[in-house]
């Protein structure tokens, strides 16, 4: 047993083993390259600012997402990491001159660009997703990071950097600082540059710990070398991490009071003669609220003792719920179309059900339609071949088969004639009928006119 479960752990060791793969002179030269702001990486950067306001300005997401990819921004942050992993005081020295460089260009011209822009968006989603962060930014930033230098680093390069660039944003965050001295807003100013300084932390904090991993080797030159107290790390992301696990449990709580509100409502939407025609969730971690609106009738205590025990199967209690029976008036800016809105939806549970039955009543009658015998065309047809025939009955039932107990469709054909048939001409008409009715159980009976 001993012998297997080391046999497992080397077979581990060696999936997991990279240093065979690690290629430390050019994944140290491609990251000192990317550092400097100069030449190509001015103009790129330019490029950058430019799609990400835009992007952000226009609510595009596929926009935004090619800012990502332009941004050289993630240079000096993957160039401090390396050199805080290979205690390098020059080229943390020259990564964060060009990181703040870069950063304060980006905003300056992001700020530019919304002060000019002519557009104003009434519900700028995609700004304000960047001014809330949560632990959950920090994840995707220290895993995006730690992708991003393994790609760096091996032999054989792949694709991933593109990935890490968009999942790890760094330019849209900058362009939400500039939005927010723009509008002259400071819950955006902070929200966006606290994102972007989870991102920048966690990214170089990955490099730093892959590159001690991976073991790259230190400066040579005493000269050049420069250590960081182990305790200012800790201090670092204390200060980073702590308010972003309070912004994702407040995030969690918002949204999961908003969905039982929404259930709350949909359960009860109809209280008696009175019905919710709008509701509006707001949470806050002192006082989270749910309005309801009413039209109809006055609503009955008894009526709002239900709602209230439904509320509290969801966790809502009833100091929390607010009626509003005067709605119209008290919320002014509603509409007479958001009014006949929320009375339409009053009985759409009602509609659903009775375009159901309508289109199983279709159904069944197209059904019944289809299986319809074509009395007067048959007929037709056999006087056409048959003169002796003087009329023709056809009758539709069920027949049930014995050996497999199903049943199909049996038809009889009555054919009345001046004298009887012989057999030969019964069988034609009957082997006639069975093509043209479609149907092998076609019995054709006899009759002579008296």
């Not at 050049?224 to 972003?244: K, Q």
């Not at 199909?408 to 048939?421: G, L, S, V, Y």
Request: charged share 20%; aromatic share 10%.
């Amino acid at each position: 047993m001993k012998n297997f479960f080391r046999r497992v752990l080397i077979y581990l060791r060696s999936i997991i083993h990279l240093s065979d793969e690690i290629d430390y002179e050019n994944a140290s030269a491609s990251i000192r390259k990317n550092i400097t702001f100069k030449g190509t990486n001015v103009f790129i950067l330019a490029c950058a600012i430019i799609i990400a306001s835009v992007g952000l300005n226009v609510n595009s997401i596929p926009v935004i997402i090619g800012a990502m990819l332009v941004s050289p921004v993630m240079g000096p942050i993957l160039g401090f990491g390396l050199g805080l992993g290979t205690e390098d005081a020059r080229l943390l020295k020259d990564s964060l001159k060009n990181f703040g460089v870069m950063v304060g260009i980006s905003i300056i011209a992001s700020s530019l660009f919304f002060l000019l822009s002519p557009l104003s968006l009434a519900n700028p989603s995609e700004l304000l997703a960047r001014t809330n962060p949560t632990v959950y930014d920090v994840l995707i930033a220290l895993f995006g990071g730690l992708a991003g230098i393994i790609e760096i680093s091996r032999k054989d390069k792949g694709t991933v950097i593109s990935g890490v660039a968009i999942a790890t944003a760094l330019m849209p965050p900058l362009c939400t600082v500039g939005y927010g001295i723009s509008i002259w807003n400071w819950n955006f100013v902070l929200g966006a540059l606290y994102l972007f300084t989870i991102n920048s932390i966690f990214i170089a904090l990955a490099t730093f710990l892959a590159v001690k991993y991976f073991r790259f080797p230190a400066v040579e030159s005493d000269e050049l070398r420069i250590r960081l107290p182990r305790s200012a790390f800790y201090i670092i992301l204390f200060v980073v991490i702590v308010p972003s696990i309070i912004s994702a449990i407040s995030v969690v709580k918002e949204n999961n009071f908003k969905i039982h509100a929404e259930r709350v409502v949909n359960e009860n939407k109809n209280l008696g003669k009175c019905f919710i025609y709008d509701h509006k969730a707001t949470y806050s971690r002192k006082d989270p609220k749910l309005e309801l609106f009413l039209a109809g009738e006055t609503l009955t205590n008894e009526a709002k003792e239900r709602l209230y025990n439904s509320a509290e199967e969801f966790g809502i209690t009833r100091n929390q719920i607010v009626f509003h029976e005067d709605a119209t008036s008290m919320r002014q800016e509603f509409s007479e179309k958001e009014i006949v809105k929320g009375i339409y939806e009053q009985t759409d549970k009602q509609i659903k059900a009775l375009n159901d039955s309508i289109a199983k009543l279709t159904a069944t009658l197209s059904d019944y339609q289809s299986k319809e015998i074509p009395v007067e065309a048959v007929s037709k047809e056999l006087f056409a071949q048959y003169p002796d025939i003087t009329e023709v009955g056809l009758s539709q039932g069920s027949a049930l088969h014995s050996a497999d107990s199903t049943a199909t469709e049996q038809i009889i054909a009555f054919i009345t004639t001046d004298k009887p048939m012989n057999e030969e001409l019964h069988d034609r008409i009957e082997r006639w009928l069975k093509v043209r009715l479609n149907n092998d159980n076609v019995t054709v009976i006899n009759q002579v006119e008296k």
